[in-house]
């Protein structure tokens, strides 16, 4: 890892000023809304199951409950919740999200490269959160949200930073290179 020279590279800043705007709605959007308001939105990922609850909350916080509602199961048993409102995504995600955005920061000061040492760091980052997920989708154990937290979190912050590489290394295409948004400053 190589600390940038060079001014932060726009498109990198873009993308981690986006994932931190997000995980800071999804933080806000509970805090936003009436106490006690959003007390379960178990459901299943990929429907909306939750569109009574959804539809009289206010703008934005309808928008990131809806995202949430899509993406994520949800579950009660397995969020957190902050003002007596469950979190628009479970546990795991939540540190999927917040990972993300911590390794995006990093990608705006640092310069990593696809290597050996960063798939090994792929693998340490991921292995946990297979293990943990599919333990317990197996009825091995069921995970707590202090566990979903540790796993979630590793795996978000090396997607965050692989997510830089790649933005990195498109900036390098003879293609892209053409693009203003992805001219070296």
Known sequence: MEQRKHRLKSMVFIFFLFFFIWILLQILAPLA????SVPDLSGFAGFSDNEHIIQNMSFPWNIVYSIGDRLCHQRADRSLFLNGNEMPFCTRCTAIWLGIAVGLGLMVFYIMELN???????????IPIGIDGIGQLLGFWESINLLRILTGLPA?????????????????MQFFRNLKIFQKS
């Open 156 to 172: 978000g912050i090396i997607c965050g930073v692989a997510i830089g590489i790649i933005i990195d290394e498109l900036r390098t």
């Open 116 to 126: 050996e040492k960063f798939l090994i760091a792929i693998a340490t980052a991921l």
């Open 33 to 36: 809304l009436p106490s006690d």
